[in-house]
């Protein structure tokens, strides 16, 4: 069945240094969705990706979809107190929509 | 983008009684979909809500569980039965903007069965 994975898990980094988490999809996706749920809050909606080798930015963010539209990664430069939360990745498979496991965030002041 | 509310935003229940979550989108949407969030996890599909139709029910989901209605395009009611402290999750209501497009999350319902 169609599989979403995510590494790492867990991530703790110092406040300034940079973060990213990987997204593995086992099939060729349409697209590919990031989102973030902050502690105690709901997944908001960051970019969607459509082409092959896109690469998106938003201010510190940078998003990228692999050329065989499998996979694709999350760059933060820079992390900020602010960027605490849960990163997801999600795609569509036929009419399912599902998700990743999520990367969890810490940054440390 | 929609605006998605959802409500109760919070709720502790006991067990076996059952709670009926609702959902009010400010467009109408042709897509709708109930998600559950288990402490520390994922989110997992529970099923997509169909407008004048029965809801598609994902694995491991059943209606007689989680019977759902969507009477038109900006509405849908979930409810949790015969809860038991496994169902104490966060359940988000979403939408589907454009075909094969971008998902909005209603704030969830945090639910907690004791």
């Known amino acids: 069945g169609q599989q979403v994975m995510q590494i790492p898990q867990y991530q703790h980094v110092q406040e300034g240094e940079d973060f990213t988490t990987y997204c593995n999809s086992s099939t060729t996706l349409s697209n590919i969705q990031w989102y973030k749920q902050r502690p105690g809050g709901h997944p908001v909606f960051l970019i969607q990706l459509v082409k092959s080798g896109e690469v998106k930015k938003q201010k510190r963010l940078t998003f990228q979809f692999g050329e065989a539209k499998k996979n694709s990664s999350l760059h933060i430069t820079a992390t900020q107190t602010t960027d605490v939360g849960t990163y997801f990745c999600?795609?569509?498979?036929?009419?399912?929509?599902?998700f990743g496991p999520g990367t969890r965030l810490s940054v440390l002041p | 983008s929609a605006v998605i509310s959802q409500k109760p935003s919070r709720d502790i229940c006991q067990r076996g009684t059952s709670l009926t979550i609702q959902c009010q989108v400010d467009?109408?949407?042709?897509?709708m979909f109930w998600y559950r969030q288990q402490p520390g996890q994922s989110l997992t599909l529970i099923a997509t809500?169909?407008?004048?139709?029965?809801?598609?029910?994902e694995s491991g989901f059943v209606i007689d569980k989680f019977p759902i209605s969507r009477p038109n395009l900006t509405f849908s009611t979930l409810t949790v039965s015969n809860m038991s402290p496994e169902d104490s999750s966060i359940y988000l209501c979403s939408v589907e903007v454009q075909l094969a497009g971008t998902i909005y999350f209603g704030e969830g319902s945090w639910l907690t069965v004791v």
């Open positions: 999600a795609g569509w498979y036929g009419q399912n929509f599902v």
């Open positions: 809500a169909n407008q004048g139709s029965e809801a598609t029910y």
């Open positions: 467009s109408q949407v042709t897509m």
